[in-house]
T-cell receptor
Framework: GESVGLHLPTLSVQEGDNSIINCAYS??????FIWYKQESGKGPQFIID?????DKRQGQRVTVLLNKTVKHLSLQIAATQPGDSAVYFC???????????FGKGTKLSVKP | DTGVSQDPRHKITKRGQNVTFRCDPI?????LYWYRQTLGQGPEFLTY????????KSRLLSDRFSAERPKGSFSTLEIQRTEQGDSAMYLC????????????FGSGTRLTVV
């Protein structure tokens, strides 16, 4: 079936480096995508979103890139900090207005 | 605290027992969602409400699961005759209409069925 997936289950980076987390999606009806951060024992926390009519969107230290041609989404975190250590999920709406489809997640570890 | 509240945070129950979880959304949010998350996986959609109306249910929501939002405010999720496969984190989220970026999750209820 159609699903959201992630290329790498774990990512380890040095503090201060940039991080890139990738995500592949396969539902061509999806027109809205979100990145969430989930820390241990907490619910997912919204980071940044992007609609399908955009290729790039920037937030504070984060950038999301969307390549609709190859159905690929990425999250870039600039100057990664220890507080960025968490599991990151991409999610898509699958064309639905009622729910999100989540990928499996990438665990980001930041080494001091 | 003005976030989404879930109660209890943890629940351990014996197989076959019924359990009920509660979610209190952000007060001005008219949409309320239930998701289930197992270890190492992303959240899976179960159901959502707009005000008191249950608008969508996933096929994951078997007959043993029922959710209510009687007055369009708090919601309950009940699991009858629990099975070990029901062990998971049950997450609630609330939002305004279609504004996904206002979709705020609670910290979840962790259910362990023994």
């Amino acid at each position: 079936g159609e699903s959201v997936g992630l290329h790498l289950p774990t990512l380890s980076v040095q503090e201060g480096d940039n991080s890139i987390i990738n995500c592949a999606y396969s539902n061509s009806a999806s027109d809205y995508f979100i990145w969430y951060k989930q820390e241990s024992g907490k619910g997912p926390q919204f980071i940044i979103d992007i609609r399908s009519n955009m290729d790039k969107r920037q937030g504070q230290r984060v950038t999301v890139l969307l390549n609709k041609t190859v159905k690929h989404l990425s999250l870039q975190i600039a100057a990664t900090q220890p507080g960025d250590s968490a599991v990151y999920f991409c999610a898509e709406n699958g064309g639905s207005q009622g729910n999100l489809i989540f990928g499996k997640g990438t665990k980001l570890s930041v080494k001091p | 605290d003005t976030g989404v509240s879930q109660d209890p945070r943890h629940k351990i129950t014996k197989r076959g027992q019924n359990v009920t979880f509660r979610c209190d959304p952000i007060s001005e949010h008219n949409r309320l969602y239930w998701y289930r998350q197992t270890l190492g996986q992303g959240p899976e959609f179960l159901t959502y409400f707009q005000n008191e109306a249950q608008l969508e249910k996933s096929r994951l929501l078997s007959d043993r699961f029922s959710a209510e939002r009687p007055k369009g405010s708090f919601s309950t999720l009940e699991i009858q005759r629990t099975e070990q496969g029901d062990s998971a984190m049950y997450l609630c989220a609330s939002g305004r209409d279609r504004l996904f970026n206002g979709y705020t999750f609670g910290s979840g209820t962790r259910l362990t069925v023994v």
